[in-house]
């Protein structure tokens, strides 16, 4: 198929089956991808600045721990609509689109960056979902051919009875826990990525396995953290 006639035929079934913003519905142009210009425009407002609040709570396990997130994440904003288009849609392109721009705003952080760890999915989860969004926004990231991104934890179910668990644990109180399966991470600088950080407590977890494998520093990255 020649390129002239490749355009008309996506223009002509563009006409036809138009494709629509995944927040506002509006048919898309056909320069579009997933978002209108408009809701871009709203995702561009919501994204944050230096740290957030988050910060605080989760540093003090390692000196070199480092927390940054991409958008502010509230009911009914883009990024909303964004995470929910990725999570229950399987749409894969928008988590490459954003983990793009994520891997944009926060080259500075990625440099020296030697191991990416995704948080994993429960297996279970991850069979009917059939993907690990944070994987996903992982994707989009354009990294050096040195690093190495790593299935480096999973998620158990949680068996530790209640007694038996440390007060910490308790506050966490995750009905799953991570545990560190891949121990390549003496001396390195990891990267650990998810889609939103909320309590945090998911991430500390994840720290906390992450940690026994003693790497040399951790950067949490998130597409979005909830206010
Ligand atoms: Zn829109």
């Known amino acids: 198929m ?26 898309l142009l056909a320069e579009e991808s997933e978002l209108c210009l408009l809701c871009l425009a709203l995702l561009k407002e919501s994204e944050l600045s230096g740290n957030h609040p988050y910060r605080s709570k989760l540093t003090g396990f390692l000196a070199n721990l480092k927390v ?30 954003v983990g793009y721009q994520l891997y944009k705003k926060f080259q500075q952080e990625l440099a020296g960056v030697e191991v990416v760890v995704p948080v994993p999915l429960h297996r279970v ?12 926004l992982i994707k989009g990231f354009v990294l050096p051919k040195e690093v190495v991104v790593l299935d480096a934890l999973t998620r158990d179910k949680n068996t530790a009875t209640q007694t038996n668990k ?9 009905e799953e826990v991570f545990v560190l399966k891949n121990k ?19 991430l500390e977890s994840c720290v906390t ?14 597409l979005a953290v909830a206010v």
């Open 2 to 27: 020649n390129h002239l006639f490749f355009d008309l035929w996506k223009n002509f079934v563009h006409i036809i089956f138009p494709n629509r913003c995944i927040h506002c519905q509006l048919s």
């Open 184 to 202: 390549a991470l003496l001396g390195k600088n990891v990267l650990l990525v998810d889609d939103v950080l909320t309590t945090g407590a998911t």
């Open 125 to 136: 989860k991850m069979q009917s979902r059939g993907y690990n969004q944070a994987m996903e």
């Open 166 to 174: 440390s007060r910490y644990d308790r506050w966490v109180n995750l």
């Open 209 to 222: 396995a992450l940690l026994k494998g003693k790497p040399n520093s951790v950067v949490i990255m998130t």
């Open 68 to 97: 940054v997130s991409g958008y502010e994440f509230h009911k009914g904003n883009v990024i909303q609509s964004v995470l929910h288009d990725i999570k229950y849609k399987g749409n894969l392109k928008m988590a490459h689109l």
